[in-house]
Nanobody, 125 residues
Framework: QVQLVESGGGSVQAGGSLRLSCAAS????????MGWFRQAPGKERERVAA????????YYADSVKGRFTISRDNAKNTLYLQMNSLKLEDTAVYYC??????????????????WGQGTQVTVSS
């Protein structure tokens, strides 16, 4: 059974930084897509960033390009999201997710097979 456990959320002032982590276990596939999504109150879950573990190809939503960086430590089976220059509109619950192959970096949330429990990120002025 695949398990994803996020950590690293919290409260930060606008302009600050946070790093989210997602520890993964239970995988048997050699390659897969992993992504970070977020959901603010009253809004749909949106894709923030994604990475293909085999090639390290990445995808970023326009709203976070240049500010967020997705990465993965294969030895630790951990996914990261480094978030810099945080804005008020980045406030949301952040989820990591995994999509087994075949997969695409632009897959919709409903196509992802496994999800973590989410971690709250709150950006204040």
């Amino acid at each position: 059974q695949v398990q994803l456990v996020e950590s690293g959320g919290g409260s930060v002032q606008a302009g600050g930084s946070l790093r989210l982590s997602c520890a993964a276990s239970g995988y048997t596939a050699s390659s897969y897509c992993m992504g970070w999504f977020r959901q603010a109150p009253g809004k749909e879950r949106e894709r923030v960033a994604a990475i293909y573990t085999l090639s390290s190809s990445t995808y970023y939503a326009d709203s976070v390009k240049g500010r967020f960086t997705i990465s993965r430590d294969n030895a630790k089976n951990t996914l990261y999201l480094q978030m810099n220059s945080l804005k008020l509109e980045d406030t949301a619950v952040y989820y990591c997710a995994a999509d087994l192959p075949p997969c695409t970096l632009t897959a919709a949330p409903k196509e992802y097979n496994y999800w973590g429990q989410g971690t709250q990120v709150t950006v204040s002025s």
